[in-house]
């Protein structure tokens, strides 16, 4: 089972090495596919550095800045081509943490797609929130849950794995989201496809160094966003995946 973990970047040179180490020394083979939209910090050429000490680590290079969504379709589609097995998905700034790779990989031997989830069982484990944006996170949870009948614990996490056959069926060139809602339609389209889907329980902490990417527009979508999915699809017409299941 070949492996991989997208990680997209823009000016996360403080936070990019130390990700990259703490993903390739994990027990279970993983490589590392950086996406780059062109970061003025020099976060690329960091990369580039590494690269030349260890075959297992990617870059991909993008102009401008494009966005979350269109980082991982452009990243996920690299590993499809490279014919990668697995393919995991998570942040930058250390807000996932690497040594929970084991928990979704261990998930994905009976599911599908595997969602690290920060609100498992129940149970709240983010660590360095303020009581207003852990509110904001469960009220979105709730929110994406209520609009689109999804019914994970953690709907907008961006610590994921998939098998290869999900991002092949799911049509990855009709993904109309390029915020934190990527999350929510990607989930979305896994769903109606009929994968199973699971999760595991991980630990959020909120980065320590670098900025957030949060802006108005991004929450302007994640809010539309799971409106839009449950009432004109997104144009998710009847088709059938690779395995011969309906996506509708």
């Known amino acids: 089972m070949r ?7 823009y ?7 130390r990700i990259i180490e703490a993903v390739l020394r994990q027990p279970e083979h993983f490589d590392v ?4 939209d062109g970061s003025p910090d020099g976060t690329a050429d960091i990369v580039r550095g590494l690269q030349g000490q260890n075959e297992r680590i990617k870059l991909l290079c993008r102009t401008g800045r494009r966005g979350l969504g269109l980082s991982y379709v452009d990243g996920f589609k690299a590993c499809i081509a490279e014919n990668y097995d697995r393919i995991f998905e998570m942040d930058a700034d250390y807000s996932h943490d690497p040594d929970d790779l084991g928990k979704l990989a261990k998930s994905l031997e009976e599911h599908d797609m595997a969602i690290g989830s920060r609100y498992f069982g129940g149970r709240v ?5 303020p009581i207003s944006r852990l509110a904001l996170s469960v009220f979105a949870g709730c929110y994406v849950r209520l609009v689109t009948g999804l019914k ?3 709907p907008t996490s961006g610590f994921r794995g998939f098998r290869s056959a ?6 990855l060139d009709a993904i109309k989201s390029n915020g934190y809602s990527f999350q929510v339609e990607t989930l979305y389209r896994a769903r109606k496809c009929g994968f199973r889907i699971g999760e595991a329980p991980i630990v959020f902490t909120e980065r320590s160094v670098g900025k957030s990417k949060m ?7 994640a809010i539309m966003m799971p409106w ?21």
């Open 215 to 221: 802006s108005g527009g991004i929450v302007s979508e």
């Open 33 to 36: 596919l950086i996406v780059d």
């Open 11 to 17: 000016n996360e040179r403080e936070n990019i090495l």
């Open 125 to 129: 484990s983010v660590l360095n929130w």
């Open 166 to 171: 999900v991002l092949q069926s799911i049509n």
């Open 228 to 248: 839009l999915l449950r009432f004109s699809r997104l144009g998710l017409k009847a088709q059938k995946n690779s395995s011969g299941r309906e996506c509708a």
């Open 152 to 154: 994970q614990s953690d």
């Open 3 to 9: 492996s991989v973990v997208v990680i997209p970047t």
